[in-house]
């Protein structure tokens, strides 16, 4: 938790600064389109396709309907973020796990706000971190709070998505966590400016799958590179980034020597060379060294900061063992029946917010006349299995209210997805009891629109 030294910026503007200095070295950057395909030939990636844009809900084409594109390539790398779709279906094409014995990734929720305070609160600089309030201690979260400068502070919950209360709300929970006096007292008379959420890898060193497949290669969070106890991965993601593309760049300058056959010049490449580059690197070794820290908070609140107090300060992360994390999150949720339902607080519209309050505030949108980028695999399962069973868990776990139960024309409970209202956060699809949601992407340029997270 040491950040002295460091610097404190909002990512997105860092991204936008960091794409334009990208254009000027000649980089195409093709926003506004998303990639929804993987391409394959002989063996290994061939590139992505983008998907169509202007279909209707219906699935018709309507008057604006441009197909998408082909982007085929020697080399594609994937660095979608946390639970790419892309991503998720290479590692299973290609048996990433399986090749190196890693285990499944596992996952945490985040929502994050921008604050204006008043000038005599802020303190450029400083920054907070806090464990478990306001959680039962047998659920694993946190939270930071970061000074920016201009009288802004950026602060977020985290919540382990392995929880087993299927009556926790997430949202609900944030809420919260900013009733604390601590917080409280720094947010009283200020200005919420920005809501969003999205999920966080938090399987650690025991989750990365082998980096590499014919024509491809892993990146930042989608091969799982999170600094869980710092909650970081910026560095870490933007270390692997330099590293696949001088990978990446010896492989297509070996393949174009005067010697390789034209087969060999139009094959894809093999940069199995950034797996060692990686394995060599600061990010190995931080992974490595932190690597029991979150699955020891499956002995509770005190029993995981203990270990962590022994992990960190006594082995410095050289135990002669590493914890497991044994099942996948949507398997951790218990029914219903074992649980008494939450209520919680009304919003008090000055330091806690409605959801859809808070929505308008993510600049949330999306092209309402298309087809659901939210795919339900069986329309029968959630009335049939998460309403009666888990008490509909999904109008809980979701931080945008995309899913609902509402009664149709005969009184049963069908399950309604607003899909625009997604902020693209993937807890859907992670947390679902019966891994029934399909996430897809949406037409490109929809989604959330964040300007100071």
């Known amino acids: 938790m040491h950040n002295k030294g460091n610097f404190v910026i909002s990512l997105s503007q860092l991204c936008r600064w960091l794409a334009t200095k990208a254009e000027e070295l000649g980089v195409d950057i093709y926003s506004g389109f998303a990639a929804s395909e993987v391409l394959y030939k002989n063996g290994g990636v061939a590139g992505i396709a983008t998907n169509d844009m202007g279909v209707a809900k219906s699935g018709a084409r309507k008057e604006t309907f441009q197909r998408g594109m082909e982007l085929r390539a020697r080399a594609t790398l994937f660095a979608e973020g946390c639970r790419g779709s892309l991503s998720e279906e290479v590692i299973k094409e290609f048996g990433l796990r399986e090749a190196v014995g890693a285990e499944s990734q596992t996952y945490a929720l985040g929502m994050k706000e921008v604050w204006e305070i008043p000038a005599d609160k802020h303190k450029p600089g400083r920054i907070w971190h806090t464990v478990g309030y306001p959680l039962p201690s047998s659920t694993y979260g946190g939270s930071f709070l970061y000074h920016m400068d201009n009288n802004q502070v950026a602060l ?52 990365i799958p082998k980096l590499t ?60 060379s950034y797996q060692k580059a990686m394995e060599d690197s600061y990010v190995w070794d931080e992974l490595r060294d932190s690597r029991n820290i979150r699955p020891g908070f499956k002995m509770g609140l005190w029993g995981g900061l203990a270990h962590a107090a022994l992990d960190t300060y006594l082995l410095r992360g050289n135990a002669p063992w590493t914890l497991r994390h044994r099942h996948a999150d949507h398997e951790a949720l218990r029914p219903a029946a074992e649980y008494e339902p939450r209520q919680y607080p009304k919003p008090d519209g000055k330091v806690s917010f409605d959801l859809t309050t808070s929505l308008y ?27 009666p069973i888990y008490a509909g868990p999904e109008s809980r776990y979701c931080p945008a209210g995309v899913y609902e139960y509402a009664a149709d024309a005969s009184g049963a409970q069908k399950l309604q997805i607003h899909a625009q209202n997604c902020l693209h956060c993937k807890a859907c699809s992670i947390k679902d009891p019966t891994q029934n949601v399909k996430w897809t992407v949406p037409e490109g340029g929809g989604g959330p629109n964040y300007t100071m997270m």
């Open 156 to 207: 977020g919950f985290v919540i382990a998505l392995d929880y087993q209360d299927p009556y926790l709300n997430l949202y609900q929970e944030f809420q919260r966590w900013k009733q604390h006096p601590k917080i409280r007292s720094l947010l009283d008379g200020g200005t919420c400016l920005q809501y969003g959420a999205r999920t966080l890898n938090e399987g650690g060193f025991q989750s």
């Open 213 to 272: 497949f014919p024509g491809g290669a892993l990146l930042g969070c989608s091969a799982g590179f999170l600094n869980v106890p710092k909650i970081k991965g910026t560095h870490t993601a933007m270390k692997s980034g330099m590293l696949a593309a001088q990978a990446t760049f010896s492989a297509l300058t070996a393949a174009h020597t005067p010697t390789a056959s034209s087969p060999a010049r139009q094959a894809p490449v093999d940069i199995s």
């Open 361 to 387: 505030r993510s600049g949330t949108n999306h092209e309402h006349d298309q087809p659901s980028h939210l795919q339900l695999k069986n329309k029968g399962l959630p009335a049939a299995v998460n309403l």
